[in-house]
């Protein structure tokens, strides 16, 4: 029973992707329509992003010099192992499951309300495929922010590094140098290429959650959060599969 609900549900959300990726009807309407999700999705995510990447990036320098609390381990290794954690998983898997939280729930319960307002049959009516218009430029708006958020997630993640080092876990020098040292730019290549999947899982998932909706106000919320918990599954085995793909 689960199994062949969850084959409909799958066939639906491909479906529902197959609706969205069809040719616009008016490319301005759509540019319109990508520049306000980029301001709603991408430029209010910023201040979050920055406050929990900064403190993060502290925590993390202060709990990995408790744990390699040993005179034999040079400081700079502190260094070396806060740029990978934050780098390789922190900014690139936890800051999307934040934005899962944030974007999904916003989007799922947005494509709701207009759903149970009919506002999407009114689309439909008016000759507007509502799939495409509404989800497409939502897409295009996180893929393309959500590697920038991603890149300034890891500068101020190691910049609070910095901050917790200098109060007297290690010295500016050793910090420095453990930055740079042994460094593989691949690294963030594969945070990216990571990033820019689970921007297409977020707003993919939370879009059919919300575009389906049937019912009132109560089923909306319901769809909500059942949009970020899908999400955040998604997120979490996808960083699984391209872990395995691009780093073993």
Same mark, same amino acid.
């Given at each position: 029973?689960? /199994?062949? #609900?969850?084959?409909?549900?799958?066939?639906?959300?491909?479906?529902?992707?197959?609706?969205?990726?069809?040719?616009?009807?008016?490319? #301005?309407?759509?540019?319109?329509?990508?520049?306000?999700?980029?301001?709603?999705?991408?430029?209010?995510?910023?201040?979050?992003? !920055?406050?929990?990447?900064?403190?993060?990036?502290?925590?993390?320098?202060?709990?990995?010099?408790?744990?390699?609390?040993?005179?034999?381990?040079?400081?700079?290794?502190?260094?070396? !192992?806060?740029?990978?954690?934050?780098?390789?998983? /922190?900014?690139?898997?936890?800051?999307?499951?934040?934005?899962?939280?944030?974007?999904?729930?916003?989007? !799922?319960?947005?494509?709701?309300?207009?759903?149970?307002?009919?506002?999407?049959?009114?689309?439909?009516?008016?000759?507007?495929?509502?799939?495409?218009?509404?989800?497409?430029?939502?897409?295009?708006?996180? $893929? @393309? @922010?959500?590697?920038?958020?991603?890149?300034?997630?890891?500068?101020?993640?190691?910049?609070?590094?910095?901050? $917790?080092?200098?109060?007297?876990?290690?010295?500016?020098?050793?910090?420095?140098?453990?930055?740079?040292?042994?460094?593989?730019?691949?690294?963030?290549?594969? !945070?990216?290429?990571?990033? @820019?999947?689970?921007?297409?899982?977020?707003?993919?998932?939370?879009?059919? /959650?919300? /575009?389906?909706?049937?019912?009132?106000?109560?089923?909306?919320?319901?769809?909500?959060?059942?949009?970020?918990?899908?999400?955040?599954?998604?997120?979490?085995?996808?960083?699984?599969?391209?872990?395995?793909?691009?780093?073993?």
């Amino acid at each position: 029973m689960f /199994f062949n #609900k969850w084959i409909e549900s799958l066939g639906k959300y491909i479906v529902l992707l197959g609706r969205t990726f069809r040719r616009p009807e008016n490319g #301005k309407m759509y540019y319109n329509a990508f520049l306000s999700d980029l301001d709603l999705l991408g430029i209010n995510s910023l201040g979050i992003v !920055a406050v929990i990447s900064l403190f993060v990036g502290a925590v993390v320098t202060i709990q990995t010099a408790f744990n390699l609390d040993d005179p034999l381990i040079p400081d700079y290794y502190i260094a070396i !192992a806060t740029r990978e954690s934050i780098v390789l998983e /922190f900014s690139p898997t936890i800051i999307s499951l934040i934005l899962a939280g944030k974007v999904g729930s916003n989007i !799922a319960s947005t494509l709701g309300s207009m759903r149970v307002s009919e506002q999407i049959d009114a689309l439909e009516v008016m000759g507007v495929n509502p799939a495409s218009y509404l989800i497409a430029p939502k897409i295009a708006a996180l $893929a @393309f @922010f959500n590697p920038i958020l991603i890149i300034i997630s890891m500068a101020l993640g190691l910049v609070g590094g910095y901050l $917790a080092s200098i109060g007297g876990v290690m010295s500016a020098e050793d910090y420095y140098y453990g930055l740079t040292v042994d460094f593989n730019a691949y690294h963030i290549t594969y !945070a990216l290429i990571k990033t @820019f999947v689970f921007a297409f899982l977020i707003v993919s998932i939370s879009a059919y /959650f919300g /575009f389906y909706v049937r019912g009132g106000a109560i089923e909306v919320g319901i769809n909500a959060t059942k949009a970020v918990v899908s999400s955040s599954v998604a997120i979490i085995v996808s960083n699984y599969m391209l872990t395995q793909v691009l780093l073993v």
